[in-house]
């Protein structure tokens, strides 16, 4: 198995189209859904980050966090215009070394969470 495709298996590696986050967005929005924060807790190369953000700019704070130091940089790089309305944050961390419960409780509610799982 080459190298890249060891990579694949071992972050489950599927990047999201953002146009197929944009839709999911749209979804929520239509539902009613409006959150004071957003949060990504796999953002890969931020695709649902990005459309989170763009379909809820009222939203004060987002949070992305992906283990791979790669996907972290380009996830900055493609919310670098996308985040004038908001506070976008985004760190590398392993999801599963995280401490969910203090991150939550931090947030101002409600708080979206999207994407998908590790």
């Known amino acids: 198995m080459r190298r890249q495709d060891k ?3 071992e972050f489950g590696d599927f990047q999201t189209p953002v146009d197929l986050a944009r839709e999911v967005c749209a979804l929520v929005l ?14 890969g190369t931020g695709a649902f980050l990005k459309a989170a953000v763009e379909t809820f700019p ?5 949070l992305g966090f992906d283990i791979n130091p790669g996907y972290v ?3 900055r790089r ?3 215009d996308a985040a004038a309305c908001a506070s ?9 070394a995280e401490d969910w419960l203090n991150i939550v409780k931090s947030l101002p509610w409600p ?6 799982p590790p």
């Open 58 to 62: 009222d939203a004060p704070l987002a």
């Open 30 to 43: 239509r539902a009613g859904f409006r959150p004071a924060s957003i949060v990504e807790p796999t953002c």
């Open 7 to 9: 990579r694949k298996v």
């Open 73 to 75: 940089a380009q996830a």
């Open 88 to 96: 976008v944050e985004v760190h590398q961390s392993d999801f599963f």
């Open 111 to 116: 708080i979206l969470v999207i994407g998908n």
């Open 78 to 80: 493609a919310l670098a």
